[in-house]
């Protein structure tokens, strides 16, 4: 009797899946055919695994957890359903890789919430600058992706931590060229470093305020509207504008200087 090799490949892995189907669950040949079918489905595995290597994570754990998408996806797919398996399979597989990312890659600790909605941001930023043909606001990311401004401006913050540098990494020179580690340039203290003690302090102060005041700090703090740009916005004058945004500015102040010290 001869033997026929089977040639199929993962793009047309249908037939595959509805021989299976009419497999006995309990018998042997149920489990000779899934094994098939997943090492006819392999290289997709591994196709996906690439297109994200070079992104900080070994191409061994890519590919593992490729392959761990690939099997759920064998194993959840119907094909009664008529849709092709490729079609089920790509985003199953590259749902895996990307949570895999989300969850080892981070060097420090962020809130899931703040790395699913970095991936949107990030998608929304781009297609916004396209349509803008211009940096998109912040405002204009919450907009599009109907979230408060303030997730937006988190999880931006956030995305800072996704990577980092060793201190022994040599820094560039203004011709590009390696020069001192980043641990030698780093000789005095921060000049901004106390924004970070005055933003921990000011946040619940400025949740304190209206819609309105608050609507008014982003304009003219994150968007870097001018008070003109502001006035035209809210139909009143520079000047209104100005000692508005200087009573709110005063008022906050005073409130950060009341404010108690915590004592852990």
């Known amino acids: 009797m001869s033997h026929t090799t089977d040639h199929r490949t993962y793009e047309h892995a249908e037939p595959l899946f509805a021989h299976w189907a009419l497999t006995d669950p309990r018998g042997p040949e149920h ?7 997943i090492e006819v ?6 196709h996906i695994a690439r297109k994200y290597s070079g992104r900080g994570e070994p191409f061994d754990d890519l590919l593992q957890t490729a392959r761990l998408g690939l099997v759920m996806a064998v194993d959840r797919y119907d094909v009664t359903t008529g ?15 990307r949570r895999h990312f989300r969850d080892h890659l981070w060097p420090l600790h ?10 949107r941001v990030r998608a929304s930023t781009e297609a916004l600058s396209r349509q803008l043909h211009r940096a998109p606001t ?36 203004a011709n590009g060229d390696p020069g ?20 921990v302090t000011m946040a619940p102060l400025l949740a304190r305020l209206s819609a309105q005041d608050q609507q008014l700090l982003i304009w003219r703090f994150y968007d870097t509207l001018t008070q003109g740009e502001i006035a035209q916005r809210l139909g009143v004058s ?4 100005s000692r508005k945004l200087a009573t709110l500015l005063g008022g906050l102040r005073a ?8 004592v852990a």
């Open 41 to 46: 489905c392999l290289p997709l595995a591994e």
């Open 238 to 241: 520079q000047m209104s504008v």
């Open 138 to 173: 912040a405002h204009e990311i919450a907009a599009a992706l109907a979230v408060p401004v303030t997730d937006v401006a988190r999880t931006l913050v956030a995305a800072n931590a996704f990577q980092t540098r060793s201190l022994d990494t040599p820094a560039r020179d």
């Open 31 to 37: 489990e000779t055919v899934r094994a098939r079918i």
């Open 255 to 262: 409130d950060a200087d009341a404010e108690p010290v915590s």
């Open 110 to 119: 962020v809130p899931r919430r703040e790395k699913e909605l970095q991936g």
């Open 180 to 199: 001192m580690t980043v641990a030698e340039t780093v000789g005095a203290e921060d000049p901004h470093f106390r924004l970070t003690e005055e933003t």
């Open 83 to 97: 849709s092709p398996f490729l079609g089920f399979a790509v985003p199953t597989i590259m749902g895996e890789v």
